[in-house]
């Protein structure tokens, strides 16, 4: 054994005899597929957290003033760090789902939202301005 080989700091062990040698403990959490499983992200703990959902459906943008009054109405709802809104998929396509930690609270901003109409609320018009033009060339 040559000292500051690998086989030397592993004290004669080798990384194929010792399980999990030199990739910790991830290694030996192995999902059905064999792969060893990854650690949670952000985004999948705080739906962990926050299982009980609204849905807003509306595929057009907001005016800024409906954006920051569905926002206050689930802070004031929920407190201004116990919710979590996601774009919804699947079966949600044109949704915007808005998560919290319990079913009432999910409850109330879902009649919220059908007692404001801020669904059927009309999108900001278009940007009618004249375009800006790239150097050199005429605006559009």
């Known amino acids: 054994m040559v000292p500051g080989s690998p086989a030397g700091r592993l004290g004669g062990r080798s990384r194929e005899t010792e399980p999990a040698a ?3 403990a991830a290694a030996n959490r192995r999902m059905p597929n064999g792969r060893s499983k990854r650690s949670w992200n952000s985004h999948q703990l705080r739906l962990k957290e926050l299982p009980h959902f609204s849905r807003l459906r509306r595929e ?15 802070g004031r709802i929920a407190g201004p760090a116990c919710w979590y809104s996601v774009a919804g998929i699947r079966a949600d ?14 409850e109330q901003v879902q009649r919220w939202i059908a007692e404001s109409g801020i669904e059927t609320r009309p999108a900001p018009d278009a940007y009618r301005a004249a375009a800006l033009g790239v150097a050199g060339t005429e605006p559009s």
């Open 93 to 106: 396509w044109g949704c915007e789902l808005i998560h919290f930690a319990t079913k009432n609270e999910a």
């Open 60 to 74: 057009e943008p907001f005016l800024e003033a409906d954006w920051t009054e569905w926002h206050a109405a689930a």
């Open 22 to 24: 030199g990739r910790g």
